[in-house]
């Protein structure tokens, strides 16, 4: 998937807010979900905020993260992965998604194409001269069966040629209605030329105890029987060699029937009993079938709805408890005083007592926004900023021994695994130059500046105090 960003500053508008029936129906959206589930609603509030607007603009993203109490990180996430969201500013009257997949390809769509880059512009996602048109190319839509086709904001157009999308595009430059759908002689996806079956009308009931008047005869040996045939009413019609009813395939023996002794030797039910994957250990835990009799008997395995035995002590599951405790800080666990969530209503299972809420990691808060920038490009420290300050207060303990110039001559911290330069410059601007810094920290400082740098547990995971460490012990040596 290509990279997806925000217009440029110039095209931003100042400020959004939702018209006053949006409003409403913003609100009466939220009240859908559960209590703590009201973010669900990011993607209708930012679908609405888009149709209000034509794009999804910065302001409508910070809008959007105010109504629902999350981190503007989060909706911007949201708004530049799925490319329903428009990012940028696209025709007023009409913004023309062209199905490229492969139904649509073979029907013609390359040629759509190339009528929307002569028409519209050269360029997807450019408005045309006068910003009433713009056009790209998209995946499935949908109407294979009535390929090509293109859809416009919500409405599709169907079985095109070139010289129908002409006009079309010429219709909505203009302002002309134009109708939906298939754009030949074609009801929906009925077959092209209308139906091709019911078209008799309905017999007379039978008479009591016999066929209806002018039914084929019924039962073995009546004649005119048309036992065997199949009806091709329902078949396309196609001269491709694939669909050649001559044509033997791989399970057909000789004169086209099912080679029925191959199918009946396979025994479906063979296998049936045998333990599946993962049930015993290998080599490790002890011969198939030796389980948890002979390395912590019925406490080290359970045993599976269908009778077997299931290792609960191998080798695998002991290497993840350490992998987790080496990870996963206490004060992140579930059920920790740091973070659980508040008590259960009254009638919640102990499931309850130990969930924790989605949200209650540190991180931005809901109110921040959009970094301002000064005229030389540079980031202008936003007065909403809550990285430090007025946001949620930072698990863990702020480190000391913060510098505000480097002892000499710096250490190249992007040695440390997990410290690229935007992280090393911002480790700078916090007062951090030296490995013998970060190797004096405590886990405490450390799940700090993990929640400052808004890792959600990387450096804790690279564990950059044992790196730091390491690379002093090395300079030491040397």
């Known amino acids: 998937m290509s990279v997806r960003r925000l217009a440029e500053d110039s095209v931003q508008p100042a400020g959004f807010a939702f018209s006053a029936d949006n409003a409403n129906w913003a609100e009466s959206t939220i009240q859908k979900y559960p209590e703590g589930r009201q973010q669900s609603a990011v993607i209708p509030l930012l679908m609405r905020a888009q149709e209000q607007d034509g794009w999804v603009t910065k302001a409508a993203i910070e809008h959007v993260a105010g109504m629902l109490k999350m981190p503007l990180i989060r909706v911007l996430e949201v708004a530049t992965f799925y490319t329903q969201f428009q990012l940028k500013p696209i025709g007023t009257r009409a913004h023309i998604q062209v199905c490229g997949t492969t139904p649509c390809m073979l029907r013609g769509s390359d040629e759509l194409i190339r009528v929307c880059k002569s028409k519209i512009h050269a360029e997807q ?4 001269a006068s910003g009433t048109l713009s056009w790209e ?31 079309i595009i010429d219709g909505f430059e203009s302002g002309e209605a134009i109708p939906v ?5 074609r009801q929906l996806s009925a077959p092209e030329g209308g139906p091709t079956t019911l078209l008799e009308e309905k017999a007379s009931p039978p008479a009591e105890g016999g066929p209806a008047a002018g039914a084929a005869p019924q039962g073995p040996g009546a004649g ?89 002590d191998g080798r695998l599951q002991s290497q993840e408890r350490a992998a987790e405790a080496a990870v996963v800080p206490d004060v992140r666990r579930p059920g920790s005083e740091a973070v659980t969530a508040s008590p259960p209503a009254a009638g919640d299972g102990p499931a309850e007592a130990n969930r924790v809420s989605d949200d209650v990691l540190p991180g931005p808060a809901a109110t921040d926004h959009f970094e301002a920038k000064d005229d030389a490009g540079q980031a202008a420290g936003s007065a909403g900023s809550t990285l430090e300050g007025d946001g949620p207060q930072q698990a863990g303990e702020k480190p000391g021994g913060l510098l505000a110039l480097a002892d000499g001559q710096k250490d190249d911290l992007k040695v440390i695994r997990g410290i ?40 804790i995971r690279e564990n950059w105090i044992r790196q730091a460490g390491l690379l002093v012990a090395r300079a030491e040596t040397k």
């Open 420 to 459: 690229g330069p935007v992280i090393e410059s911002k480790l700078n601007d916090l007062g951090v130059f030296h490995f013998r810094q970060i190797a004096a920290w405590t886990p405490m400082n450390l799940v700090w500046i993990d929640n400052f740098l808004n890792f959600r547990g990387r450096a």
């Open 125 to 128: 996602f450019h408005p045309n």
């Open 137 to 167: 190319e998209v995946e499935c839509l949908g109407a294979c069966v009535n390929a090509p086709m293109i859809m416009v904001f919500k409405d599709t157009y169907e079985d095109l040629t070139p010289e129908r999308l002409e006009a």
């Open 224 to 312: 005119g029987s048309v036992e065997g045939e199949e009806s091709n009413a329902g078949r396309p019609r196609t001269g491709a060699a694939e669909t050649d009813p001559s044509l033997v395939g791989m399970s057909k023996g000789t004169g086209g029937t099912a080679g029925q002794q191959t199918e009946t030797a396979i025994d479906p039910s063979a296998g049936a009993s045998r333990p599946h994957a993962g049930s015993t250990g290998g080599e490790v835990d002890g011969p198939t079938g030796a389980g948890g009799k002979e390395s912590g008997g019925e406490s080290a395995a359970r045993t599976s709805p269908d009778g077997d035995e299931v290792r609960r």
């Open 181 to 185: 759908g298939p754009q030949i002689d």
